[in-house]
C-alpha cells in the first residue's frame, strides 16, 4: 500500500531540500524590482524579474542596515542572499541579506555613500559657503574646451556684460583622469584672483559626468577660497560637486546668468533708482520750504522785533488808557478838591472876615474869646479883612449887662463894630 503524506511533511521535506543544497545557500541573483512594499514592521518585501521568470523576495528589517538606497520599482539590482520555502504557504522566496544596484546602479549606490560621508564630514554645511558677488569683472571656466557648455557661458556672459573678462582652464571632464583634471582647473583659478569660478559640462549620464561625484573634486571646491558655481549636465541632474560648491545652477546657461549681471537691466534699473531718487529729492525739497515758510511765519511772531512791536502797542493802548485814567481821576480829584474849597470856605476865618468879622488876640497871640480875658488899658490886636489893627482896650461889659441896660447886643455890636475869635 501507498503511503501518504502531509502537506506539512512534503513542505518541511522540501525545505530541508533547499537548507542542504549549497548553491541555494548562498547566491546573487540578478533582476529587475517590482511589488515593492515596504511593511510597517521594517521588511521589505518584493519581486525580482528578468524576460523569463520572476521570484518572491523579502529583507528581513535587520538587514536593512547594509541597504544604501532607497528601492523602487524598475531598479535593476543584484540581490545577495539565499533561497528557501516558507513551510506555512508552501512556497519557496529568495531571503535577501544585501542588495545593491547594478551596473548604473552601483555607481549610483557609490554616488550615495560618498555624499553621506561628506555629508557627515560637514562638506555640505550652509556656514560653508561663499556669497556670489552681485558685480562680476573677472569669471573663470573649468569644463572641456570645445562643446556646447563652454559656447554658452561665453554667449550669455558677453551679452549680460560686453566688457568681462573670461579665463578659461581647458579641462578633461569625462573618462579616465577627468576628476583630477577638474580638481587641478579649481586650484589653478583659485590663485588668479578671480571674482567667481564656473566648474561644469554638458549633460550625459551618470557614466559622463561621473568626474564631478569624485572626492577629489567635492575637496577641491570645497578648499577653493573664490566663490564657485557648479553647472554640471542637465535640470535633473544632480552631482556631488553641486552639494560642495557655493551655488549649483542646472545647467552651465544658468550658471553665467546667475554669475554675471545684465549691464542693460543693471543701467535700468539705476536709473529707476534715479528717477525715484529725484521724485523723492524734490519731493522732500518742496516738504523743506513748505515747512521753512512755516518757520519764518513762527519766527515772525516769535521773534523779538516782532515781539517788540507788540510790546510797543500794547504800552501805546496802556499808556492811553492810563491818560485816560489819570484824567478821570484828576477830573474826580478836581471836583473832591471843589468840594473841600467849598467846604474850607464855609469854616474859614478869613471868609467870615472878608464878610465883616474879625479876629481878637492879646499881645502873646491867644485869641481872645471872652471879655474876661481882657483888662481896660489892655493892648490887643484886631485882625480884620484887610489887616491888623492895635488897639487899647477902654473897657469890657457882660452881654447881661448890655441886656439890663436896654441895648440890644446886636445894636451894640453894630455900632461898635464885630469880633470874630473863633
Given at each position: ?19 542542504q543544497d549549497f548553491v541555494l545557500n548562498r547566491l546573487s541573483v540578478r533582476g529587475e524590482v517590482s511589488n515593492c512594499k515596504y511593511h510597517t514592521s521594517g521588511h521589505i518585501y518584493f519581486s525580482l524579474k528578468d524576460a523569463g521568470g520572476t521570484i518572491s523576495c523579502i529583507m528581513f528589517a535587520g538587514a536593512r542596515k547594509g541597504l544604501a538606497f532607497r528601492m523602487s520599482d524598475g531598479q535593476q539590482v543584484v540581490v545577495e542572499g539565499s533561497v528557501n520555502v516558507y513551510e506555512r504557504d ?333
Amino acid at each position: 500500500m501507498q503511503k501518504v503524506y502531509s502537506v506539512s511533511q512534503i513542505n518541511t521535506y522540501i525545505r530541508n531540500m533547499f537548507t542542504q543544497d549549497f548553491v541555494l545557500n548562498r547566491l546573487s541573483v540578478r533582476g529587475e524590482v517590482s511589488n515593492c512594499k515596504y511593511h510597517t514592521s521594517g521588511h521589505i518585501y518584493f519581486s525580482l524579474k528578468d524576460a523569463g521568470g520572476t521570484i518572491s523576495c523579502i529583507m528581513f528589517a535587520g538587514a536593512r542596515k547594509g541597504l544604501a538606497f532607497r528601492m523602487s520599482d524598475g531598479q535593476q539590482v543584484v540581490v545577495e542572499g539565499s533561497v528557501n520555502v516558507y513551510e506555512r504557504d508552501g512556497k519557496y522566496q529568495l531571503y535577501a541579506t544585501r542588495i545593491r544596484l547594478d551596473g548604473a546602479g552601483l555607481l549610483y549606490e557609490q554616488y550615495l555613500a560618498l555624499k553621506q560621508e561628506l555629508e557627515e564630514m560637514g562638506m555640505f554645511a550652509p556656514e560653508y559657503k561663499q556669497q556670489i558677488p552681485s558685480f562680476v569683472r573677472r569669471l573663470g571656466v573649468v569644463t572641456a574646451p570645445t562643446g556646447a557648455a563652454i559656447r554658452d557661458i561665453i554667449n550669455i556672459s558677453r551679452r549680460r556684460n560686453p566688457g568681462i573678462e573670461i579665463i578659461l582652464y581647458p579641462a578633461k571632464v569625462q573618462g579616465e583622469g577627468a576628476a583630477k583634471s577638474v580638481a587641478e582647473g579649481i586650484r589653478a583659478l583659485d590663485e588668479l584672483g578671480l571674482d567667481v569660478i564656473i566648474a561644469g559640462r554638458g549633460g550625459g549620464s551618470i557614466e559622463d559626468l561621473w568626474a564631478f561625484n569624485e572626492e577629489i573634486v567635492a575637496r577641491a571646491i570645497f578648499d577653493c577660497r573664490t566663490p564657485i558655481i557648479s553647472a554640471v549636465g542637465h535640470e535633473t541632474d544632480t552631482t556631488i560637486a553641486d552639494f560642495v560648491a557655493d551655488l549649483r545652477a542646472p545647467t552651465p546657461s544658468a550658471a553665467a546668468e546667475l554669475a554675471v549681471v545684465d549691464v542693460s537691466q543693471l543701467l535700468s534699473q539705476l536709473e529707476g533708482y534715479r528717477a525715484r531718487m529725484n521724485r523723492i529729492m524734490e519731493y522732500r525739497i518742496a516738504d523743506g520750504r513748505m515747512r521753512l515758510d512755516q518757520y519764518k511765519m513762527r519766527l515772525q511772531y516769535a521773534s523779538p522785533g516782532h515781539r517788540i512791536r507788540e510790546q510797543r502797542m500794547r504800552a501805546a493802548d496802556l499808556e492811553e488808557l492810563f491818560a485816560r485814567a489819570m484824567a478821570e481821576m484828576l477830573q474826580e480829584r478836581k471836583h473832591q478838591l471843589s468840594l473841600y474849597i467849598e467846604k474850607f470856605r464855609a469854616v474859614s476865618p478869613l471868609e467870615k472876615l472878608s464878610r465883616g468879622y474879625a479876629c481878637v488876640t492879646d499881645e502873646t497871640q491867644k485869641k481872645v474869646y471872652s471879655v474876661s480875658q481882657v483888662e481896660s488899658g489892655q493892648r490887643v490886636r484886631i485882625y480884620v479883612s484887610d489887616g491888623v489893627i492895635d488897639a487899647d482896650v477902654v473897657s469890657a461889659e457882660y452881654m447881661e449887662t448890655l441886656q439890663n441896660t436896654g441895648q440890644e447886643p446886636q445894636n451894640a455890636l453894630s455900632r461898635t463894630g464885630r469880633v470874630l475869635n473863633r
